[in-house]
């Protein structure tokens, strides 16, 4: 039950409307050869689809929900009871204004295989889809990583450390594949703390892949790729296959808190298939590849189950938001009803924004950088990345019952509504997915003239 009563209800099933596919382009054609780091030639930036899980585990598997609680049989034990959170995406590539989409989107229940833990994110690209596709698929990964090698370290300092390896990383594969698109980014962590030291929890049975050290990030993008044939479960909880890495089993024993995992020889040969470019001769989308073998086992492609944590009912926990953002992505969270941003827009009209830029023998023209970007920080624009940094701006919020819900979207609604006007509009609506839909209408009857990606996290509280 939310803030003053309100109920909080399970999102619709969605998926990624077929307008904004790649379908009509697959990477796997002589057409359209696969670019580094999994990426297609289409015109479209592609986030993973939205499914919804059999029961409320969704083993941290990347835009999934977990089943809805509609009735007093569906909320048994069975059903996670650190579902504290629901989350409502809606996007559009507003067609009267864009010939593509060039944003993306990512959510994830369980982050970290700890129940009750999430992760929200969106990208806004331009000069291509590239990096915001990439960032879509992959920055959860980064995120984790970071986790699980530095546990000791402040969460927003891992945040500042993921956005400049993956600024890093994207970089890299602009040079070896000939594009140049960057991406704004806001990105939201809800933790689970104990206490007033900070210290959060972990899942035992995670390891880091290396990402931090600038090791495995090939294996990752053939198993996050969208690519026909090469399609992998992405798992928020670690996805790395039999492979070692994020999500590998550590050397304690199977148990409610550790991850279990189990590949036959087939899941096996056809992981290093995707690793070699090869196709899958199945042509069966991994979104519906998830599915009991028995008591112990979830089926996936690449054979992975990640069973997260459960810190329990302990009164001490708390729930503290991190937010991580470069451009003019924002996230605002309605706390009593009023609107707090939690980012900070990175724009070219930004004095001090303006002065570093000078400063580093860059000029600003028109509120636009050398009078061609009109944001200040983004991930990716190598051209121009001595002055366009991906230094993230980065936020702490403890969580209390006065938080009803976050909106996490693109600048396509913020150019057309202020914060506590998206508060007021949508503060009624219970279901976020409704809510975000809501939003999205609104700017598009506003005359927004950019590519739509909102995104509603509703909080629920003891």
């Not at 590998?248 to 020889?265: D, H, Q, T, V, W």
Request: charge should be negative; charged fraction near 25%.
């Amino acid at each position: 039950m939310g803030q003053g009563g309100i109920a909080v209800t399970s999102p619709q099933q969605t998926t990624t409307p077929t307008s904004i596919s790649d379908y009509d382009s697959p990477a796997n054609s002589p057409e359209m050869p696969r670019r580094p780091g999994g990426l297609s030639d289409g015109p479209n930036a592609r986030s993973k689809t939205i499914t919804v899980a059999d029961s409320g585990d969704t083993f941290g598997v990347l835009n999934r929900h977990p089943a809805p609680v509609d009735t007093p049989e569906k909320s048994s034990d069975q059903q996670s009871t650190k579902v504290t959170f629901r989350v409502g995406v809606s996007e559009d590539k507003n067609k009267r204004c864009r010939r593509t989409m060039e944003d993306a989107h990512s959510f994830v229940y369980d982050f970290a295989g700890v129940k009750g833990q999430g992760y929200f994110a969106v990208f806004d690209g331009h000069a291509g889809k590239h990096a915001a596709e990439w960032c879509g698929q992959n920055f959860h990964e980064y995120l984790l990583d970071a986790i699980l090698t530095h546990p000791d370290q402040p969460i927003p300092d891992l945040m500042n450390k993921t956005f400049h390896v993956v600024d890093s990383r994207l970089s890299h594969l602009a040079q070896a594949g000939k594009t140049s698109s960057g991406c704004t980014a806001v990105t939201a962590f809800l933790r689970l703390e104990r206490g007033d030291d900070k210290k959060g929890y972990l899942n035992s049975g995670l390891q880091p892949r290396g990402l931090m050290e600038g090791r495995g990030e090939e294996e990752l993008e053939a198993q996050t790729a969208l690519q026909p044939g090469s399609r992998r479960s992405s798992m928020g909880g670690g996805t790395s296959g039999q492979m070692g890495g994020a999500g590998a089993p550590g050397n304690g024993s199977s148990s409610s808190g550790s991850l279990a995992r189990r590949m036959s020889s087939k899941r096996i040969k056809d992981f290093v298939k995707s690793l070699t470019g090869s196709t899958s001769s199945s042509n069966k989308d991994d979104d519906d590849a998830v599915a009991e073998d028995d008591e112990d086992v979830i089926k996936a492609e690449d054979g992975t189950k990640v069973e997260a944590i459960d810190p329990g009912e302990n009164p001490s926990i708390k729930r503290v938001l991190y937010t991580a953002n470069v451009g003019d992505a924002r996230a605002v969270i309605c706390r009593g009803g009023k609107a707090v941003r939690l980012t900070y827009d990175h724009k070219g009209s930004d004095a001090q924004e303006a002065k570093r830029i000078t400063d580093a023998g860059g000029f600003v023209m028109n509120n636009r950088v050398n009078g061609v970007l009109a944001v200040t920080r983004s991930l990716g624009d190598s051209s121009m990345k001595e002055f366009v940094v991906g230094s993230p701006y980065t936020t702490e919020t403890a969580l209390d019952e006065q938080d009803e819900f976050l909106i996490v979207a693109c600048d396509g609604l913020w150019d057309v509504c202020e914060d506590q006007e998206a508060v007021d509009l949508i503060r009624q609506i219970t279901d976020p997915q409704d809510a975000s839909k809501y939003l999205l209408d609104h700017a598009m009857s506003n005359y927004s003239t950019d590519n739509l990606s909102v995104m509603v996290i509703r909080f629920t509280h003891a």
